[in-house]
């Protein structure tokens, strides 16, 4: 989509920066880092949602651009 190397680089440190704790028994266990994702309920998700979804629209219209992909409605 076009974003610079120091505005990936921003994202992907928020993304593994984050450490995670649960409770056992009460108790909380040491820290570790996930492997994958974000976390439920992490407030950036929504945005990270939204720039995926501007991504597959783009690559939706441009394989309609060049009719590998058409919808039922507008097949001929």
Sequence with gaps: MGFCVRWIGSIKECLESSTISILVN???????????????????????????AEGLAGMIRQAVKKKLYCGRIQCN
Excluded: A, M, N, Y
């Design 26 to 52: 009460g108790s909380p266990i040491k820290e570790f880092f996930p492997t994958k994702g974000f976390r439920q309920g992490d407030p950036t998700t929504p945005f990270l949602f939204l720039i995926v």
